[in-house]
């Protein structure tokens, strides 16, 4: 009796499980079916699955929302989308239909707050959280922002000289403006602080020096940001309980302080056994927030949340073909694909990140183990499993059988684009895989199109400066 990849994943996993079924022997994402993609389009291509941005948004503010009713909170939730994660329209667009505000991190991000806003897509009410380090370019266009009307537009002060530059571009203006907290990093870290943020035994001193006082400035929030993100660690907790602690001591002396942002955003599925609490750690957050505030006779905060990777992560996939199999010795055996792994989700090569690998089709085949190789020549071109050094599990196939082997890394919608340069030269010269974009219309049947073709070579010659 064959062991088949079915068997395998069934045995191991709880399979089906959301996002993922089988039609036909044939893998399907979120209801959609990756071989009609694959038959119309052809490999490789970045795919977007447009609603599963808002099933995120829902699932979050339904969770405070309740842990707030549950706890007679006092304070409001507020969930901004981090435009860094993926800035393509059709991302801030869905996420702009659910009601998000947005938080911005360069210069560049308030051009693209006004194109909104000149398109109708965006709200002057809209709240705006401003983080980055602040250059003048970026606070000016800020400042001309709020001349524009954007009145819940907050600059996050990250080190102390911002306040001197945003004082010079505001001349007298009132500026809403919240203070960034740097958190003590985690011990296998390379270093002890975070470079981002400004200390927190200076915060106080800082707000008495510099902010009270000043009828031109308003502060009204407290940032923190834990990089590894909102996780049930002593870690997490403990940073967590510091910056609540730092909020109520500056709440005392600040009366116009109203809201906490957490910063670092919830994780998302990064392989089928993933499991995270997410009502847990909602109810968590809230509660610690609400007592520790009342055992001071503080007011609860408002709450922000900025959540990026967690938005429109799990929204993205990107389909290869397998192209050839190389035996290289008796024990290792590498499947390489249609395209580059380094060029098309550089996080799995640059910090290692993992994502959800599966087989498209084949998956009555018997498996087997292997590496997964780009067609860059690289020697770091490839893709291994949760283990470093460890081999992959995928459906053995055989050069005869006519339907190549087709393979989707799954949950890449965030940072992948812009950390691997989207449109521009890649490495080897590969080019940019197609775009294509899966939404659901009126009557909630489904609708794909090609956002951008893959890359040309007249495209990289122009870029290049070899055509103009």
Partial sequence: MKNTYLDLIEQSYYFPQEGFDLQDGNLTFY???????????????????????????????NLFRRAMKATNYQGSYNYCYCTKCSHFHHVINKALQYGVNLETSSSFDIDLIQNLYNQ??????????????????????????????????????????????????????????????????????????????????????????????????????????????????????????????????????????????????????????????????????????????????????????????????????????????????????????????MNTIPDAWSIFEKFILLPINKWNNEYTRVNIGGISCDHSDYYNSEDLNQQIMLPRYSSREKEPLYLGFFHTGAYQDSISGYGGIKHCLIPSPKHVIIDRDETGNFVDYVYRTEQTVDDMFKILGYSS
């Fill in 31 to 61: 209801g959609v079916s990756l071989k009609y993609l694959i038959d119309k389009y052809g490999t490789p291509f970045r795919l977007m699955y447009l609603p599963r941005i808002g099933d995120q948004i829902k699932k979050a503010r």
């Fill in 120 to 341: 109708g897509k965006l709200d002057q009410k809209v709240k705006l959280v401003h983080n980055g380090y602040k250059t003048d370019e970026y606070i000016r266009k800020i400042i001309e922002l709020q001349d524009l009307g954007f009145t819940n537009s907050t600059i996050i002060l990250d080190n102390k000289n911002e306040l001197k530059k945003v004082l010079n571009f505001s001349k007298g203006k009132k500026v809403q403006i919240g203070i960034r907290k740097a958190i003590d990093e985690e011990p296998q870290s390379a270093y002890y602080t975070s470079r981002l943020g400004i200390r927190a035994s200076e915060v106080l001193e800082f707000y008495r020096n510099n902010i009270q006082g000043k009828t031109n400035l308003e502060l009204t929030m407290l940032h923190f940001f834990v990089d590894s993100g909102i996780k049930d660690t002593l870690y997490y907790w403990g940073e967590f309980q510091k910056s609540v602690k730092l909020y109520i001591e500056l709440k005392k002396e600040c009366n116009t302080l109203n809201s906490i942002n957490l910063g670092g955003g919830f994780p998302i599925r990064s392989h089928l056994g993933f499991e995270y609490d997410y009502e847990y750690m909602i109810r968590e957050i809230v509660n610690n927030i609400k007592d520790a505030c009342n055992a001071e006779g503080i007011k609860e905060p408002d709450i922000y949340t900025e959540f990026g990777k967690y938005t429109v992560g799990e929204s993205g996939a990107t389909i290869f073909s397998v192209l050839d199999q190389k035996q290289q010795n008796d024990a290792e055996l590498w499947y390489i694909i249609d395209n580059s792994l």
